[in-house]
């Protein structure tokens, strides 16, 4: 269940971020769609706008080149101008049919007049073939003088319904090179209509806007637009500015026209419906949301499947973990009872081992009293001797059970000293000879003399002496003891080695276990401790003890412990 | 020389010799040509050119004409103005008035020459070589007349009409020599270019030559 709430949580976080990213994009992309649908319309219309003023100004000018209109004009013969002019151009400058589509209309003159030398109109011969004009219309045409170069610019006409581009193209005299008239021709431009297919373009001029396709209102709140977009500086709205009109959004573009020509400057308005953009983007955030719904819901079912599937090793892995923590526990309880018992039983061991030495020391002292009183049968004598024997045996153990347990409880603390070791065996084959009467000829020494190794002397001597000890104890009869000892860098080697009987393969990992005893020669005194403590003090003088070898011939131990030479050099120093 | 220049002068020379009968006067002389500073308006190729307004044919020379009372001829000869390499062969004519000048199209393209000088309108049409009979035009008054092509802007050629059968075009320094004339009181005029026409009161005494320097 966990897994699923989780990987649900994963799913639907995952699916938010997904559709938060697709949002960020719809309308990041969006943006730059609208940006690139209204640049590229833009261009579109101001390419348009350039073709036809391309093509009009073009026309102006080969009207102008026209040799018949310089030959009336050069020639003396104005009365030929305008019906030359209306043969030369034909349907060029007619005014267009209305009916026709504006970018036709717009490159056919509305009207068109010459002016002469002195900018001054020459009035045509019938007006009527030349678009007929009002005479306050008319009156704007004429100029002080004549423009040098090629004009154009914009006008109110009929009444300020409509605005026409006026084109003003000096005709140079062929023969001296001087403006000698002025063609002036009006076209219509776009008051509105819609020359792109979202773009609806008309001019500002004079405070007024021409965009004769809107309705009133809505071209009063452009006009203020365009207004405010005019004067608050040049080209305010060149690249675009989003505007609200009349409850819809449109991207308002304008341009100045004309901006350093001889008249009025013009701007020309576009605007942009964002209505259908921004339903594309609604309809693209819908879908987008629909998508991510869907896929929610794909994801949740997919995680039900995929935690279903997940689970069941899940469970799996659960349950066997649940056993291995049950078999962990287990073990874990076993181990601190083995290790309460090890303690309880250490604790035990010492306990008893310092509870038993004041009662048998009290049985031996007695014994002795006992002895010494004397008057007893020779028997009696005996059996209290062997008693007494007992009880030194007893005391034996006990003090090794005692030191062992302290050992165990790792309660000993080594003062370690420089002890000699060479001493050391001396005295225990001393020993020997004095208290068991072994042969001394039967005993062999190789140790060089003053052998120093670091220890404390109390438990060394046990080490040592247990084991010339055993090596007596367990030696055949008539058998020798060999001890050798020597250094190597720093570790000293003691081996003491007599000619015992083999000891079984199987029985030399027991040798040095508590209480065995060989399992051969049961009379044999002992208690089965000797090796075992023997092997716990050497290793906690930093060595060892090992049988290296029991072949029938010689059974040999050796024991390692650590040099005192650098400690007894720095000594000397 | 060419052609048509040779067929003018030898027009003007039959006339002298007609006329020689009755008188044996001759007037000579130079015209003070001008000197063409400022770079042509219209390329140099073209032989009329403009210079402030003022049409004049390249490389200058003048018409020298004797304006007096003379009797009409029966028939005048038929004078030619070609249009080669998109320019008039000859780029001033000088002609009598009534003469009928014909207007061949040496090119491989259309022409249309028309002329809308008040002293004569006309306009040819468009034609080619083949076009026959050859497009002409009777001068009936005296002036300068303008000739364009309608196709070809740039071409410009002028016909100087006289009411006179006495002239003659100097050669390129200036120079004529004006022979057959009646003796009496006459003006002759020295054309130089459309807005120049120089005049001086001449007496002709019967078997000499005066001698005129214009101005």
């Given amino acids: ?573 | 020389m060419n052609s048509c220049k040779i067929l003018y002068f030898a027009v003007a020379f039959a006339g002298a010799i007609s006329i020689a009968a009755a008188a044996d006067c001759a007037v000579e002389g130079r015209v003070e040509l001008p000197k063409l500073r400022r770079a042509p308006v219209v390329n140099k190729r073209y032989e009329i050119v403009s210079s402030a307004g003022v049409l004049a044919p390249f490389p200058a020379f003048a018409v020298v004409y004797l304006e007096g009372r003379f009797p009409q001829p029966q028939a005048l000869p038929v004078a030619q103005m070609a249009q080669k390499d998109l320019a008039f062969v000859t780029p001033l004519l000088p002609v009598r008035v009534g003469t009928k000048v014909e207007f061949p199209n040496l090119d491989n393209t259309y022409h249309n020459i028309f002329s809308f000088s008040p002293s004569k309108r006309f306009d040819l049409g468009r034609y080619t070589s083949a076009e026959r009979p050859i497009p002409s035009q009777t001068f009936e008054k005296a002036g300068l007349i303008t000739l364009r092509c309608d196709i070809h802007e740039h071409m410009r050629g002028l016909v100087l009409v006289v009411d006179t059968p006495h002239f003659i075009p100097t050669d390129s320094e200036g120079r004529f020599k004006l022979g057959g004339l009646p003796a009496g009181s006459y003006k002759l005029k020295a054309w130089i270019d459309s807005k120049t026409t120089l005049e001086k009161n001449v007496d002709l005494i019967a078997g000499q030559t005066l001698r005129v320097e214009f101005p």
């Fill in chain 1, 1 to 573: 269940m966990k897994l699923l709430a989780a990987l649900s949580l994963l799913i639907i976080s995952l699916t938010i971020f997904g559709l938060y990213l697709a949002e960020r994009q719809v309308t990041a992309e969006t943006q730059h769609d609208l940006r690139q649908a209204f640049d590229a319309e833009l261009a579109l219309l101001r390419t348009a706008r350039e073709f036809r003023h391309a093509s009009v100004i073009e026309r102006c000018h080969a009207l102008v080149h026209k040799p018949r209109i310089h030959a009336a004009l050069e020639d003396g013969a104005l009365d030929l101008l305008y019906p030359n002019a209306a043969s030369e151009l034909g349907k060029v400058l007619v005014p267009g049919n209305e009916e026709e589509p504006l970018a036709r209309r717009s490159t056919r003159a509305r009207f068109y007049r010459f002016l002469n030398a002195k900018g001054a109109l020459i009035p045509p011969v019938v007006a009527a073939e030349v678009g007929e004009l009002a005479a306050e219309d008319e009156q704007k045409l004429s100029f002080k003088s004549l423009p040098e170069e090629q004009q154009s610019g914009y006008f109110w006409m009929d009444g300020n319904r409509e605005v026409v581009e006026v084109i003003v193209t000096p005709i140079i005299s062929t023969e001296d090179g001087q403006a000698i008239a002025a063609l002036v021709a009006g076209f219509p431009v776009a008051g509105g209509e819609r020359l792109a297919p979202e773009i609806q373009s008309g001019l500002w001029l004079d405070g007024r806007l021409y965009f004769q396709a809107l309705a009133e209102p809505l071209r009063a709140g452009l006009n203020a637009k365009v207004t405010e977009a005019v004067t608050s500086g040049e080209d305010a709205a060149k690249g675009g500015v989003e505007v609200q009109l009349g409850g819809g959004r449109f991207m308002l573009f304008c341009e100045s026209l004309n901006p350093n020509g001889l008249f009025q400057t013009a701007h020309e308005v576009a605007i942009y419906s964002l209505a259908d953009l921004l339903s594309r983007q609604r309809d693209l955030r819908w879908r987008a949301g629909g998508a991510g719904a869907l896929l929610l819901l794909l994801g949740i079912g997919a995680s039900f499947y995929v935690s279903a599937r997940l689970a069941a090793p899940v469970r799996e892995l659960a349950a066997v973990s649940a056993e291995n923590r049950v078999l962990r526990e287990k073990a874990e309880a076993a181990l601190k009872v083995k290790s309460d018992e090890l303690l309880r039983t250490a604790r035990f061991s010492a306990d008893a081992s310092h509870q038993l030495k004041t009662p048998v020391a009290v049985l031996r002292a007695g014994l002795g009293e006992l002895i010494a009183y004397g008057g007893q049968t020779p028997e009696a004598r005996e059996e209290i001797s062997m008693l007494l024997q007992q009880t030194s045996r007893l005391t034996s153990i006990i003090e090794d059970l005692l030191l062992l347990s302290r050992l165990d409880a790792g309660r000993v603390q080594l003062e370690v000293e420089t002890v000699n070791l060479t001493g050391l065996v001396e005295s225990c084959v001393e020993d020997l000879e004095v208290l068991h009467g072994f042969p001394a000829d039967c005993v062999e020494t190789n140790i060089p003399p003053s052998l120093m190794i670091d220890g404390q002397k109390r438990y060394t001597h046990i080490v040592v002496h247990n084991l010339i000890e055993n090596a007596r104890k367990y030696n055949c009869p008539g058998g020798r003891i060999r001890i050798t000892a020597y250094e190597e860098g720093s570790t000293v080697f003691l081996r003491i080695a007599n000619n015992g009987h083999s000891i079984p393969e199987s029985s030399r990992e027991h040798i040095f276990e508590r209480f065995h005893r060989g399992g051969m020669n049961e009379n044999v005194p002992g208690h089965g401790l000797g090796l075992n403590l023997a092997r716990e003090l050497a290793r906690i003088h930093g060595g060892d003890l090992r049988l290296v070898r029991s072949d029938g011939e010689w059974t040999e131990f050796e024991a390692r412990f650590h040099s005192a030479k650098v400690d007894a050099k720095n000594a000397e120093a």
